[in-house]
T-cell receptor, first 114, second 116 residues
């Protein structure tokens, strides 16, 4: 079985400050890792993913994440946030085989303040 | 191109009634997923269709829930004898079948179900 833990339910931050949203996972098999973003009153949008290759992956809107297999983590980072980054962020894992259902963390609410 | 569409966007129903939620995936996508998002449980997987294979129903919470996919495209999620705990946003996603892109799921806007 797989599980995902997002360590912070809420993260308040000032505009132009750096931010890190933490995600840890548990799995007995290899996984692929994802971050999705949900802006207020909008649907889920894929932010970035780790499938293979470089453990540092870059996504949309200046976000990046690093896959750390030994620590079973996939933390999301941005060096300088904007007001428009205010949203709910979800970390998720899937298996690497045929079954691609996503197992989700509970989400982190990022609030960027001026 | 057109994304994943879902209907209705909002549904209010009385406890005990049956409801049907519809999902139109992105054209050409062979995989289709249903999830639900609720305040207490976060995002939960419900069911997954991949091509002509038997669906993975492991996430359906009870036998009141069922889903079908006709012609490898449109899907309907049916909830019978709705209960108040069924109130949630029901999300549909689809993905293609080409290499790594098959792991990228594209989500619809969801159907907000309220059971009174």
């Amino acid at each position: 079985a797989q599980s995902v833990t997002q360590l912070d339910s809420q993260v308040p931050v000032f505009e132009e400050a750096p931010v890190e949203l933490r995600c840890n996972y548990s799995s007995s098999v290899s996984v692929y890792l994802f971050w999705y973003v949900q802006y207020p009153n909008q649907g889920l949008q894929l932010l970035l993913k780790y499938l293979s290759g470089s453990t540092l992956v870059k996504g949309i809107n200046g976000f990046e994440a690093e896959f750390n297999k030994s620590q079973t983590s996939f933390h999301l980072r941005k060096p300088s946030v904007h007001i428009s980054d205010t949203a709910e962020y979800f970390c998720a894992v899937s298996g690497t085989g045929n079954n691609r259902k996503l197992i989700w963390g509970l989400g982190t609410s990022l609030a960027v303040n001026p | 191109g057109a994304g994943v569409s879902q209907s209705p966007s909002n549904k209010v129903t009385e406890k005990g009634k049956d409801v049907e939620l519809r999902c139109d995936p992105i054209s050409g996508h062979t995989a289709l997923y249903w999830y639900r998002q609720s305040l207490g449980q976060g995002l939960e997987f419900l069911i997954y269709f991949q091509g002509n294979s038997a669906p993975d129903k492991s996430g359906l919470p009870s036998d009141r829930f069922s889903a079908e996919r006709t012609g490898g495209s449109v899907s309907t999620l049916t909830i019978q004898r709705t209960q108040q705990e069924d109130s949630a946003v029901y999300l549909c996603a689809s993905s293609g079948d080409q290499g790594f892109t098959s792991y990228e799921q594209y989500f619809g806007p969801g159907t907000r179900l309220t059971v009174t």
